[in-house]
Every structure is written in structure tokens, then in C-alpha cells.
């Protein structure tokens, strides 16, 4: 018996409606796994141009190149930097440095700077002085200067010593020619009492000072050469003491101008965006055990101690640095961290994705310090001996380094109280006082030069205060 008609075409419909969907899934199957296949290829190109890209510069230094062509339309990052290395080769080696190209220029003005060093040197030893080349390219050119006026000053004391002893062997002939004169005038008086044979002594004596006379003068002579010649030398060394003063005094003005310029180079807009960096979240807050958990783990750099300060998530961290509470690593997981609550706020308390910071530890970068001045540690108002060594063993502790001056490359300066200078000595002969005054005056000295050299060059600058509010430090953390 037939099947009805109806039954066969539902039957086909359905077939196609099969055979369409498989076709429809395959190629959307294909579709994926081909769009697969291109993102972890644009993946692996993406990671290889960021790789290639940090063989060039870091995260900090593109930032840093990015503000030299701030308002400029017409020219490179890397063009900028080359004119301002010719410029630079310029002051050294002249201005044609400006017209070679850049790998030229930094030869020729390297060849020209070791050539200076090798002509100093030649110099110094002809004043009777030791100079080492390696210690001249170690020290630079303000130091070669320093080291020819050292020899030239012992060159002047030495020919002073040298006219000294001229004198005193010519003071001595002239005291000894004195005593022939009085000698020979007491030979003369017996002789012309004595008739023939005081006559013939008179010939006798006359011809004894007439050889003594000869030779006071050619003493006489020889030592006047003497000191004409230490004169023509001493008139020579002041002439290249004075060019070197001149050198020097050029230099020092062209130091001083390349300071400038590195000035303007730094950036201007926020200068302690660094300090505002934030280092990790609030996951989870346990109020009853007094304790948070934070988005480190222990793939980051963190230890058992460390602190942070806790700011609101919405404004962040405020330009005085205090937070809203402090905490302190207690427990180091692989997914999160423990902290206990060290300080807080009842009527502000914390909250989840809050935001924590600490200014001295940072994931991949270790921050440069300049410490100076005399710290009230403890809060007693009294001056503590180990202030200094409290802050900066803070500083090391945490991840962070302590150098002894400050340049372009300092992050922080971190200025404590003035020192206080007693009063100058007046009894040179108390060793222990002058001593005293010596150190405290030298600390004073790297103080200001400190506080002026951090305003000149734009560092982020804090008290004790600040700097205990931006790393989370409380009473409880000494504990």
C-alpha cells in the first residue's frame, strides 16, 4: 500500500533541514577554528613587538620620551635626543660636532676629550706631579683642572723654596766677601808700616782680592741667571694657571647650562604621579578577626611584615598620603593574602575593592631614595640618634635603595628637621669641639644642597609625616 503524499514530503523537508544545519555547524566550526588560529597569531605577533619594543626602552622611559614631544608636530622623539647629544658634543669638542653625524660626533668628541686627558697628563708631569689617565676619565674634566692647579701650586712652592736657597747662598757669599774686604784692609795697614816687604805683601794681597773679587763675581752672576730663569718660569706658570682658570670657569658655565637643559627635559605636569601609584585591592574583609584579604599572591615580590595605607577606591590617594586605615601582611597564599588591620576608622571603615598603596615597594621597580636631616622617629619630640638609620633601614627593607646624593636619577627625597649648628668654636686647640662642629656642619651643608638641589630638579619631596602616611607605617606595625 502507497504512503500517503503528505508523509514523503514532510520527510524530505526534514532531511533538508538536517543536511542545512550540518552544513550551516561545519562552517561555523571551520569559521572558529580559523578565527582561533588568527587571534593566537596576532597574540604572538603582539607579544614579540612588545618584547622587541622593551629591548629599546622601558614602560617608564617611553614615558619619560613621550613629554619631549609634548606640543611638537615636526619632530621625532629620536630626532630630539640627537640634537640634544650634538648639542652636548658641541660644548665639548666645538661646534662643528653639530654638522657630523651622530655616531661621528660622539666619536670625535670622545677622541678629543681622551686627547685632552693624555695632554693633562703630559703637563702635570712636567710639573713634577702623578696623574692617572683611568682616574682622569673616572672623575672628568672639572677634576683634570683640579688636579693642574694642585701641581701647579706645588710647582710655585717648590721654585719659592729654590729662590729661598739662592738668596741664602748669596747673603752668605756677600757676608764672606765682607770679611776678606776687612781681612785684606788689615793686611794693607801692616804692610804699608813694613816698607819693601810690605809692599811686596800689598801685591800679594792686592792679587789674592782681585781672584776673590773675580769669583764673587761670578757667583754674583750666576746667581742672578739663576733667578732670572726661576722668575721667566714663574711668570710662564701663572700664565697657564691663568688659562686654566679660564677653562675651568668655562666649563663650570657649561655645566651649568647643560643642568638647564636637563631641567627642561624632566616632566612638568604631575611630578609625584609615582607616589600616587596604586599596588594592589581589598578582596574580602573579615571585621570580626580583624583581618583583610588583598589581590597579591605570592608570585609578587611581597613578605610577611610588609604594610600598606588603604584609600577609598573612588578618590584614591590624596596628596598628604593618609589613608583611611593601614594594614600588614601577616599570610602568603597563592591566590590571595592575608592581612591584619593594624589601624582604622569605625565611621569610615574598609570596604571591598579598596585600593592599598606603600611608596617604597613597588612589583618591578626598585625606587631611588635621598635621606637627609634629623628624624623625631618615635613622636616624643625629641630628636632620636637612630632617626636616619630607622628610615633608611626601612627604605633597604622594603625594596627600595639609598643613595648619598641626589641627581636626575632620584625618585623621593625624604628631608627630616633642619640640623641644628652650635655655635663655631672659639678655642682652636679643643680638637673634640671642632670636631664636633665639623660633622654637624657638613651634615647642614648636604641638608640645604638637599632641599635646593630637590626643588631644582623637581623631586617629590616629603617630611616624616608624609612619608610614614603613604607607606602604612603605624604604632601597631613596630610592634
Known amino acids: 500500500m502507497a504512503a500517503p503524499r503528505g508523509s514523503s514530503d514532510s520527510g524530505n523537508s526534514m532531511m533538508v533541514v538536517v543536511v542545512v544545519f550540518v552544513v550551516l555547524f561545519l562552517l561555523a566550526t571551520v569559521g572558529a577554528i580559523t578565527a582561533f588560529m588568527k587571534v593566537g597569531d596576532l597574540t ?41 647629544i650634538r648639542e652636548q658634543a658641541s660644548i665639548i669638542a666645538g661646534p662643528d660636532m653639530k654638522e657630523l653625524d651622530l655616531v661621528t660626533a660622539h666619536k670625535t668628541a670622545r677622541e678629543r676629550i681622551e686627547q685632552l686627558f693624555a695632554e693633562d697628563t703630559d703637563l702635570v708631569a712636567a710639573f713634577g706631579g702623578q696623574l692617572d689617565v683611568t682616574q682622569l676619565k673616572e672623575q672628568g674634566l672639572t677634576f683634570t683642572i683640579e688636579q693642574l ?18 738668596q741664602s747662598e748669596l747673603d752668605q757669599a756677600l757676608a764672606s766677601l765682607k770679611e776678606t774686604q776687612g781681612a785684606l784692609a788689615e793686611h794693607k795697614e801692616l804692610l804699608a808700616s813694613r816698607g819693601n816687604a810690605v ?39 701663572v700664565a697657564a694657571y691663568t688659562q686654566l682658570q679660564k677653562d675651568y670657569n668655562l666649563t663650570f658655565t657649561h655645566l651649568q647650562e647643560l643642568e638647564k637643559q636637563l631641567a627642561n627635559t624632566r616632566p612638568t605636569p604631575d611630578m609625584e604621579i609615582e607616589t600616587r601609584q596604586i599596588d594592589g585591592q581589598i578582596v574580602r574583609v573579615v571585621p570580626n578577626q580583624k583581618q583583610v584579604y588583598i589581590d597579591l599572591t605570592a608570585k609578587d615580590p611581597i613578605f610577611v611584615g610588609l604594610t600598606f595605607s588603604v584609600y ?21 597564599n597563592d591566590k590571595v593574602t592575608v592581612c591584619r588591620i593594624t589601624e582604622s576608622d569605625d565611621g569610615n571603615p574598609i570596604m571591598e575593592k579598596d585600593v592599598i598603596a606603600n611608596l617604597i615597594w613597588d612589583k618591578k621597580k626598585k625606587y631611588n631614595f635621598c635621606v637627609s636631616g634629623d628624624f623625631d622617629f618615635d613622636g616624643d619630640g625629641e630628636i632620636d640618634l637612630d632617626g636616619y638609620k630607622q628610615v633608611t633601614d626601612l627604605i633597604v627593607a622594603w625594596g627600595g635603595k639609598v643613595t648619598n646624593s641626589l641627581d636626575v636619577d632620584t625618585d623621593f627625597l625624604i628631608l627630616g628637621h633642619e640640623p641644628k649648628l652650635p655655635a663655631i668654636p672659639t678655642n682652636v686647640t679643643s680638637a673634640d669641639k671642632v670636631e664636633k662642629y665639623n660633622k654637624v656642619k657638613a651634615r647642614y651643608d648636604l641638608y640645604q644642597h638637599a632641599n635646593e638641589r630637590g626643588a631644582f630638579l623637581s623631586v617629590p619631596t616629603f617630611n616624616l609625616a608624609r612619608f610614614i602616611n603613604f607607606i602604612g607605617y603605624s604604632e601597631a606595625s613596630r610592634l
Open 149 to 166: 692647579v694642585a701641581a701647579y701650586n706645588k710647582q710655585q712652592s717648590d721654585m719659592g723654596n729654590q729662590i729661598d736657597t739662592k
Open 199 to 237: 809692599a811686596q805683601l800689598q801685591l800679594a794681597s792686592d792679587s789674592e782680592m782681585g781672584n776673590s773679587l773675580n769669583k764673587y763675581e761670578e757667583t754674583v752672576t750666576q746667581l742672578n741667571n739663576d733667578i732670572q730663569k726661576l722668575n721667566t718660569d714663574k711668570a710662564e706658570q
Open 312 to 332: 577609598d577606591s573612588f578618590t584614591g590617594l590624596g596628596k598628604d598620603g593618609k589613608g583611611k586605615a593601614t594594614i600588614e601582611i601577616i599570610e602568603i
Open 44 to 84: 604572538t605577533r603582539a607579544e614579540s613587538a612588545e618584547t622587541e619594543l622593551n629591548k629599546y626602552a622601558s614602560a617608564n622611559e617611553l614615558r619619560v620620551l613621550k613629554t619631549l614631544i609634548q606640543g611638537t608636530t615636526s619632530q621625532t622623539v629620536t630626532t630630539q635626543v640627537q640634537s640634544m
